[in-house]
């Protein structure tokens, strides 16, 4: 058998290339979250499902949702017909408003209560 002066270095270049390759994986899962605790695991309070009908033939642009006496937050959704979206709200009473791709179409829910832990779905239709 014939020396070959680069034999000794291969297990060690094999070493360092699955290390190399396995910190490249670590980094990675890192990177995505997938090793990290959701943050949303202790929220106290309850979601608000915005459903568009399937049957709708417009787009859903944007949720404003205002509790009583508060000004009204504005949560830009592109929903088309037959997706959802949900938004995530504390524990009360609020009046919904749904607006579509028509700037002449607003539908308004009035007295919409939100629970701990439930989700609270609305379903605006539009022909």
Known sequence: MEYCP???FLPIARRAALALVFGI??????ACGCCDDDDD???EGGSLQVVNDPLSSYVIDSVGVSSFGGPVEL????LLPGEDAFIDLFPDNYDVDVYWDDPLFTVDYFNVDIWDDEVTTIQPFLP
């Open 6 to 8: 680069v034999y000794p």
């Open 25 to 30: 994986a670590l980094l990675g899962l890192a």
């Open 41 to 43: 695991d202790d929220f």
């Open 75 to 78: 949560f830009p959704v592109l």
